[in-house]
Nanobody, 126 residues
């Protein structure tokens, strides 16, 4: 059974940076496209970033383009989300997700993803 565990969340001031990690167990990361989503109270889950299993296709949500970077280390079975220039509106629980798919799949909606982590809280103070 594939399991995803996020870490790296916390409290940061506006303008600061955080790096989230998502470690995959029970499966080989190179078989999975990975995504990051976030959700804040009263709002729907929002797409943040996605990365195809071969790393060639990367997609970002409009609100994070130019500030966030998704990357992966298949040798460590880990995916990362580097978040720079954080804003108060980035405050949310961040989830990583995985789906088996074609080499260039980088799904930008939650539906295709089969596996989800438990989430990590990111709070940006203004």
């Amino acid at each position: 059974q594939v399991q995803l565990v996020e870490s790296g969340g916390g409290l940061v001031q506006a303008g600061g940076s955080l790096r989230l990690s998502c470690v995959v167990s029970g499966g080989t990361l190179s078989n999975y496209a990975m995504g990051w989503f976030r959700q804040s109270p009263g709002k729907e889950r929002e797409f943040v970033a996605a990365n195809s299993r071969n790393g060639a296709n990367t997609r970002y949500g409009d609100s994070v383009k130019g500030r966030f970077t998704i990357s992966r280390d298949n040798a460590k079975n880990a995916v990362y989300l580097q978040m720079n220039s954080l804003k108060s509106e980035d405050t949310a629980v961040y989830y990583c997700a995985a789906v088996r798919g074609g080499a260039l799949l980088a799904a930008t909606t939650a539906g295709p993803y089969d596996y989800w982590g438990q989430g990590t809280q990111v709070t940006v103070s203004s």
